[in-house]
Nanobody
Framework: QVQVEESGGGLVQAGDSVMLSCVVSGRRTFDKYAMGWFRQVPGKEREERECVATINYSGDTTYYTDSVKGRFTISRDNAKNTVCLQMNNLKPEKTAVYYC???????????????WGRGTKVTVST
């Protein structure tokens, strides 16, 4: 059984930096899957999660939603089955839970992601 565990969220101030981490266990072929970070605001369903960043299986192709380009960096370590999201210059965006998700295909929509964790909440205060 695949387990996905996100960590690193919390209460931060606008302008601060924070790094989210995700560890995947139970999947021996982690390096064959794309990974993505999605965020979900209160009141929204999973299908409405916003794709923040994705990274392909090898780590050489990334995608960022426009609002985070230049501020966020996604990376992965296939030897450790981990993926991270470095978030710099955080803006007072809406409070959201960030989810780490796994996809055999890759992409920016939740329908191609097959596993995810419980999420980690990030609250940015002004």
């Amino acid at each position: 059984q695949v387990q996905v565990e996100e960590s690193g969220g919390g209460l931060v101030q606008a302008g601060d930096s924070v790094m989210l981490s995700c560890v995947v266990s139970g999947r021996r072929t982690f390096d064959k899957y794309a990974m993505g970070w999605f965020r979900q605001v209160p009141g929204k369903e999973r299908e409405e999660r916003e794709c923040v960043a994705t990274i392909n299986y090898s780590g050489d192709t990334t995608y960022y939603t426009d609002s985070v380009k230049g501020r966020f960096t996604i990376s992965r370590d296939n030897a450790k089955n981990t993926v991270c999201l470095q978030m710099n210059n955080l803006k007072p965006e809406k409070t959201a839970v960030y989810y780490c998700e796994i996809s055999p295909l890759g992409g920016s929509t939740t329908d191609v992601y097959v596993d995810w964790g419980r999420g980690t909440k990030v609250t940015v205060s002004t």
